[in-house]
């Protein structure tokens, strides 16, 4: 027998209850039904100056263009919807588990949240 | 309660509540875990360890108990369900029930964690359903070993070892080699199809095949609603490895099943020529069984 192993109180209910939003700030380039295009402020990071920004140029517009599922997450992303309503969805309309919609959809929210195009409400 | 699902694994079969979905799994038939969790946390847990001689459960179940009391489990109580036994008690405010038995099939020790939410209390005759079904066959006499988990039923032969195990969103994959590599098996199943098969099944099961193999036949069949893609594949140009044990050859068979609408596939990677080609079967749903 074993002893005590942290996970076993590993509990995501608050993370499933949180809500996305998009960012207020960003402006939709293109949205369709399959393929959003969403473009964000890229703020200047205090590194990027010559000559780094001779090699690493820096874009002060970034455009983020969603494939079908980052699309669909988009528009569920609307402010009403919580993380575990859009994994609900997802498992449906794709045929997953719960735990397959759920990682697809908050592994898409994380790269979403870093590149600044949604936040989350908790 | 809902209805509960039959999982084998590593030889150890028990059934669960269907939503409860393995997130955590080892590999290592000597000593390993199994963890599976609702939507909001982690409820279940399965260790096992080989041990080489019977133990003395009962002055085990008394060493753990006051292990879990000095490692600060509060109101500890004795706990036990047949041949089971264990304790039960608040860990982090979390109730936590622990069972021990030793299972002589495959000389397993086995230790089954419930884990309940805050504010919820163990239900001994929830825990005593689950322990029931709970089952350590030895092994098979024909020497195959049988899975089931992540929604398929394979079967493999008893001298390959589980090498490698992929699940991401839409797919699980499980891969079994012996010991010099000659013989691989591997079984898929893959979900989201509208996302990303653009091609049908047959160009699909092709696509799966190294470049330097030769497809040499390609069939389907309808066998119980499901139409299944079979192939066989050889490697072309042979290499010096090929003279000595047979020719290496592939043979493989993909399907999507009309009940759950995902891809299936089973493969198997052998010398041909010496010996028996090696056993490996796949199912979908209770329907239908490939065997390649």
Known sequence: ???T???QYTEWRSMLAATP?????ATVEKDTE???SVSVRNKKPGYRFPPISWFVPYKPVITIELDGLGSKLWHLCDGEHTVEQICDIFSKEYNLTFHEAKTAVTDYLKRLIQRGVLAIMM | MSTLQNWIWNGIELSLPDEWEMLQFSRNPETGRCAFADRYQFRFELDWMRVDAPPDMERMANDYRAKLQNDGLESVTKTGHGQWLGASGLE?????SRYGAFFPGRAYILEAVFIWAKGERATPAFEGRILDSVKVPSPAPDGRQKWRSFGMDWTTASDLSFDSCVVSPGLAEATFNNRKRRVTQRFARRGMLSYWLKADVRQWLEAQIPKEYKVVSTESATEEGHEVWRLE?????SVLVDWLHGQRTIRAAAWT????????????????GKGEWPFATLS???KLEVKV
Do not use: W
């Not at chain 2, 982090?92 to 936590?96: F, R």
């Not at chain 2, 594949?233 to 140009?237: D, E, I, N, W």
């Open chain 1, 1 to 3: 027998m074993k002893g």
């Open chain 1, 5 to 7: 192993t942290a996970h």
């Open chain 1, 21 to 25: 939003v998009r960012n207020e700030a």
């Open chain 1, 34 to 36: 399959d393929a959003v």
């Open chain 2, 92 to 96: 982090k405010g979390v109730p936590i």
């Open chain 2, 233 to 237: 594949a050889q490697r072309s140009p």
């Open chain 2, 257 to 272: 099943c009309p009940e759950d609408g995902r891809l299936y596939f089973v493969a198997s990677h052998a010398h041909q």
């Open chain 2, 284 to 286: 979908c749903c209770k």
